[in-house]
Nanobody
Framework: QVQLVESGGGLVQPGGSLRLSCAAS????????MGWYRQAPGKQRELVAT???????NYADSVKGRFTISRDNAKNTMYLQMNSLKPEDTAVYYC?????????WGQGTQVTVSS
């Protein structure tokens, strides 16, 4: 059973930064794609960023230039560096990992951007 555990969320002021981590219980070499998604209250879960096993990245327009996704295969961990945070970034952030035919999800970590 693959487990994904997110950490690094919290309360930050607008303009601040946070780094989220997603630690996998197995080698992430087996995942052809990993990603971050978020869900704000009353809204659907939405894509934030993805990264393939080859290192190709994709970002939602709303976070381009502010967020950076990366993965450390040696540590079996994926990261999301979030800079210039805005109140509209407030949400529960989830990581996922795809290893055909299964997609795994973490339990989520809360990010709150507020003064």
């Amino acid at each position: 059973q693959v487990q994904l555990v997110e950490s690094g969320g919290g309360l930050v002021q607008p303009g601040g930064s946070l780094r989220l981590s997603c630690a996998a219980s197995t080698s992430i070499f087996s995942f052809y794609s990993m990603g971050w998604y978020r869900q704000a209250p009353g809204k659907q879960r939405e894509l934030v960023a993805t990264i393939t096993s080859g290192g190709s990245t994709n970002y939602a327009d709303s976070v381009k230039g502010r967020f950076t996704i990366s993965r450390d295969n040696a540590k079996n961990t994926m990261y999301l560096q979030m800079n210039s945070l805005k109140p509209e970034d407030t949400a529960v952030y989830y990581c996922n990992a795809a290893s055909f035919p299964t997609v795994y999800w973490g339990q989520g970590t809360q990010v709150t951007v507020s003064s």
